[in-house]
């Protein structure tokens, strides 16, 4: 059984930053990847950030140099920094938790940027 949960969503207005947090607790092993997904109304769920345990990372384009990814393996913890947000970064955030071959998902958090 593996939990995720997340906090750090809310309302910023373009240019603004925001940082999400997750922390993933039960069996969650050491060799896997976290990161995070992000759903826009009326849009497929889309990958935003990822980082393995050895710290390897993937961003989408177009939050290359705005976001940044990093992990406290210790703390099970993942953390995405979002910088010079904008109005099309709205949606809903998941933290995502990749191990042998499973996803677990948070349950999501608001993002939205608007003025």
């Known amino acids: 059984q593996v939990q995720l949960v997340e906090s750090g969503g809310g309302l910023v207005q373009p240019g603004g930053s925001l940082r999400l947090s997750c922390v993933a607790s039960g069996s969650i092993g050491r060799a896997n990847s976290m990161g995070w997904y992000r759903q826009a109304p009326g849009s497929q769920r889309e990958l935003v950030s990822i980082m393995t345990s050895g710290g390897i990372t993937n961003y989408a384009d177009s939050v290359k140099g705005r976001f940044t990814i990093s992990r406290d393996n210790a703390k099970n913890t993942v953390l995405l920094q979002m910088n010079s947000l904008k109005p099309e970064d709205t949606a809903v955030y998941y933290c995502?938790?990749?191990?042998?071959?499973?996803?677990?998902w948070g349950q999501g958090t608001q993002v939205t940027v608007s003025s």
């Open positions: 995502v938790l990749l191990r042998l071959g499973r996803n677990y």
